[in-house]
């Protein structure tokens, strides 16, 4: 069974601080990693995606990636309290030459962030 | 470009009923997969459709099923509802969804079913 595991917090977070939003997967093979942030009775928003090991930044976003620890994260630098909301990690996983990709989601981190 | 469109957006039915969900996609998007979101079970994956062709399902029994039509828009169908299938179902379209690194997947704002 391919997991994605997110601490289900609730992360409380003072206004202006970084929240930091932790992932890990289990299936190796897994391709690409995408953060999505879900405020209440809404859908999933799109944050960003990363595929290779590394930092990506944009704007207060930043994700890091680290294949071999099987870890993708989330930064958030100078939370605001509309960054409150449940924060989902998503693994894109599928066999290679197929066709059969899909998502697979962590439960959620819920953060809030203190005005 | 217009979003992930849904409908009904809310939906009230009883055990034992059937019930048929509408998605349309972005514009251009070709792939589109429902989910099932639930408190307990998290976002689940339940099937993907492509070109009118189902590729890929998820662990769902067989009650629950899809189609996809040549405008890329795609039904989904839960058949005898329980009460366990109350549920947001969510829709998410894709614009190719092979093995891209950068293919990415926007979610319509969702159908809240409720079973009583």
């Known amino acids: 069974q391919k997991e994605v595991e997110q601490n289900s917090g609730p992360l409380s977070v003072p206004e202006g601080a970084i929240a930091s939003l932790n992932c890990t997967y289990s299936?190796?093979?897994?391709?690409?990693f995408f953060w999505y942030r879900q405020y209440s009775g809404k859908s999933p928003e799109l944050i960003m995606f990363?595929?290779?090991?590394g930092d990506k930044e944009d704007g207060r976003f930043t994700a890091q990636l680290n294949k071999a620890s099987q870890y993708v994260s989330l930064l958030i630098r100078d939370s605001q309290p509309s960054d409150s909301a449940t924060y989902l990690c998503a693994v894109k996983s599928g066999s290679s030459g197929g066709s059969n990709y899909k998502l697979t989601f962590g439960k959620g981190t819920l953060l809030t962030v203190n005005p | 470009k217009a979003g992930v469109t849904q409908t009904p957006r809310y939906l009230i039915k009883t055990r034992g009923q059937q019930v048929t969900l509408s998605c349309s996609p972005i514009s251009g998007h070709r792939s589109v997969s429902w989910y099932q979101q639930t408190p307990g079970q998290g976002l689940q994956f339940l099937f993907e459709y492509f070109s009118e062709t189902q590729r890929n399902k998820g662990n769902f029994p067989g009650r629950f099923s899809g189609r996809q039509f040549s405008n890329s828009r795609s039904e989904m169908n839960v058949s005898t509802l329980e009460l366990g299938d109350s549920a947001l179902y969510l829709c998410?379209?894709?614009?190719?969804?092979?093995?891209?690194?950068?293919?990415?997947?926007?979610f319509g704002p969702g159908t809240r079913l409720l079973v009583l």
């Open positions: 299936d190796r093979g897994s391709q690409s």
């Open positions: 998410a379209s894709s614009l190719p969804w092979t093995g891209g690194n950068q293919e990415t997947q926007y």
């Open positions: 990363i595929y290779s090991n």
